[in-house]
């Protein structure tokens, strides 16, 4: 809270400042008050570099959550539900702390990431469910998950 009111203070402070200054390449701005670049340029390029740090706060989240779903795949196949061993997820990289969004029921709390969740059942059983409202996978994962079953002589 306290650095959110001194960068707002920043904002302030800039916004009214009696040296109006590109938000870009820092030249001295004249006409409009609310002019924050000189030209398109400076403005493509500050958006330019915005892009770039949003990539790269968010990169190292994505990897995680995309870890996760790719273990949850990867354990589920083709099934719906499933119990699997906190320590076996854990060794195949899945994160317990990364989720997309999380709610409560009767079981407890069910962690989403993207259509998968999962819930404790016991310290170190962990059942995985797919959302029944998830979108159906593409067709080429249901061919390869069947051939995999095939191929260790379950179906
Ligand atoms: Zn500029």
């Known amino acids: 809270m306290e650095k959110e009111n001194k960068q707002f203070q920043r904002a302030l402070d800039y916004r009214y400042s009696a040296e109006r200054i590109c938000a870009c390449c820092k030249k001295q701005l004249f006409g409009r008050i609310d002019k924050r670049y000189c030209d398109y340029t400076c403005k493509n390029q500050f958006h330019s ?13 994505n990897a995680s959550l995309d870890r996760n779903y790719q273990v949850m795949m990867e354990v589920m196949g083709p099934e719906e539900k499933g119990v699997f061993n906190r320590t076996e997820l854990q060794r195949k990289g899945f994160d317990f702390s990364s989720c997309t969004s999380y ?4 079981f407890g709390i069910m962690n989403y990431v993207y259509n998968y969740y999962w819930f404790a059942r016991t310290n170190n059983k962990i059942e995985l469910r797919l ?8 067709e080429m994962v249901l061919r390869r998950w069947m051939a995999d079953l095939r191929a260790r002589g379950i179906i």
């Not at 959302?131 to 593409?138: F, G, I, S, T, V």
């Open 49 to 61: 570099v915005m892009r770039a740090y949003r990539r790269e706060v968010n990169k190292e989240v």
């Open 103 to 106: 709610k409560r029921n009767a």
């Open 131 to 138: 959302d029944p409202k998830a979108q159906p996978l593409p």
